[in-house]
């Protein structure tokens, strides 16, 4: 078989969609190779290489640099970059010392990298909408007198009427004019179990019908559906910049303010106040632009962020953005979502409870011979249960499902039944619904034994527990329940007990699910607040209350109502085997294998990269002022206040690579 061949992507396309990268891989080339060139004497090459590294490098920054001038009337650390760069380059270029031309691209190299990470993280913004914009059909089938027809979602109108038939989404928002199904609503609630549906009930945009065609009137326009609604609270949460950038971005002004001015003043003051000679006085000013640039202050952040990043993904931890790994150093608050989090998001059978006389074994192999015939997910539960304990099945005729209430059968010509406790308690039940035997043509009854008191109190307990109960009764003798659950993760329990350890202040479960399941899951694992029947929008509600007592929370979830909650906390965190597209692009990091307990070990790597800022910066800013004094002072030439200002910049790489290690 001849196998399709993937051609690379054009020259012309690449740079259409990723400026800012290609400009940065092109100067990362052009600047290495243009000290080469300077060590090898090869000055021509050199003076070819480096200013076209300046132009491909610093024409974004420039650009951004002069529009925040003249617009904003704000001087900005890119328009200091350039500034710094263009001098020493200049006083390089006048004083034949071109090392100093190097000096100047490796500024713009940084910034341009700098600027290539800023593009890659509004691309992915759009790929979150994008994503969550795909959840939904694009076209719906309307009912129209006689026929059938496709059209467009967006042209819906209110009092059409839609036809879904079993596997579909759901196109809008609608109410249920006839039929009866059982809908997969976890995209919008997180709700592990379907969610029965029948006239008069409202469904949702982006929801998968079950086993049923659906009869759907619109009640409102399809652009004030609920999915429509969590694609703009991902948009408005994504744009809204945490006050830490804020306070970063009127940090970097103000900074670039003073430095320029101060540069300006010095480059022309003395001459008039003190009698300098311009030409010293301009050297000393151009000292210190190079001095003062922001280039190890830069550094003293990203080496640290992306050698954390690096010491994370050993460990199955995807931090998308350095930002972010800073930022879990601060969580004060963790909000967990439930299905799929705390819990496998899988139902499994968790506890079989015998009648008198009967067996565990008994129970399962009756309940899971009916079972077998349904592709509700709790009976398909029930039949992995038996297959994974090996039990033979017999064979079943005439079976007959109820809708909402259970599944009925023949075994060796006896009555089975397996569901609600009202549906195998009724007197006299038939199999199916008038169905008769085939042989004798006598219509079979159940002479039946009401369940046992016993078991009643069993069943009340399982479901104050949060579980579903089956009945499962054979030949008019019940022969006991089947526990279905969502199961807990194992070391969901252990996680949260040791993040409290780890001085996590508060940590809360949000779930879709109803408030005694909730209840019975937060009970099990010492969650200290829980949140339950919420939609989409109520958890980012939670989130925002969340931040304005512990300011930085973060949000752990996996379904794609999680993601306007993800978004809006200052720490998105998806699973990454459970999570949903949507619920992985919206995050900030990405727990690779599904171990809530790597949590702990982000926590920590956050709290280290820190501290390791703060001390790079520290050190940084003390070097900057001590290159300045010396230069004040008379006492630093040019080459002596690059090797000082490079020094420092490899100085605090090196301590931000400290990270690297476990």
Known sequence: MAQRSVSPP???????????????????ILVPLGWLALHLNWVGLALLVLPAAYVIGGYESTREGLTTLFEEKQLDVDLLMIVAALGAASLGLWRKEYYLIVDGAVLILIFAFSGALEGYAMQRTERNIRSLMAVT???ARVLLPGTEQMIPVEKLQVGDEVLVKPG???PTDAIVVEGYSALNEASITGESLPVEKTVGDEVFAGTINGNGALRLRVH?????SLIQRVIQLVKQAQTEAPPSQLFIERFERGYAQVIV??????????????NWGWETTIYRALIFLVVASPCALMASIMPTLLSGIANGARQGILFKTGAQLEMMGRVKAIAFDKTGTLTTGNLQVVQIIPAAGQTENRVLQIGA??????????????????????LELPPVANVKAEIGQGISGEVEGQLVLAGKATFVEKPKIPVGVGLEDTLTGKQITSQ???????????????E????????????????????????????????LKRLKQLGIEQIVMLTGDNQRTAESVAQQLGVDQVYAELLPEDKVSVIRRLQRQYQTVAMVGDGINDAPALAQASVGIAMGVAGSDVALETADIVLMADRLEKLEHAIRLGRRSQNIVKQNITFALSFIVLLLIANFAGNITMPLGVIGHEGSTVLVTLSGLRLLRN
């Open 369 to 390: 011979a009916l079972e077998a015939y349904s592709e509700h997910p709790i009976g398909q539960a029930i039949a992995q249960a038996a297959q994974l304990s090996k």
């Open 137 to 139: 059909p694009d076209t």
């Open 168 to 170: 579909e989404l759901i």
């Open 464 to 495: 104050a527990e949060g579980k579903t109960v089956i009945w499962v009764a054979y030949a008019g003798q019940l022969l006991g329940i089947i526990a279905i659950a969502d199961t807990i993760r194992p070391s969901a329990a252990t996680t």
């Open 10 to 28: 054009h020259l012309s396309q690449l740079i259409k969609e990723h400026p800012d990268a290609v400009a940065a891989a092109i100067c990362g």
């Open 220 to 224: 409102q326009p399809p652009e004030s």
């Open 448 to 462: 039946q034994n009401l369940p046992s008191s016993t078991l009643h109190t069993h069943a009340q307990e399982l």
């Open 261 to 274: 001015i101060a540069g300006i003043l010095l480059a022309t003051l003395p001459p008039l106040l003190l």
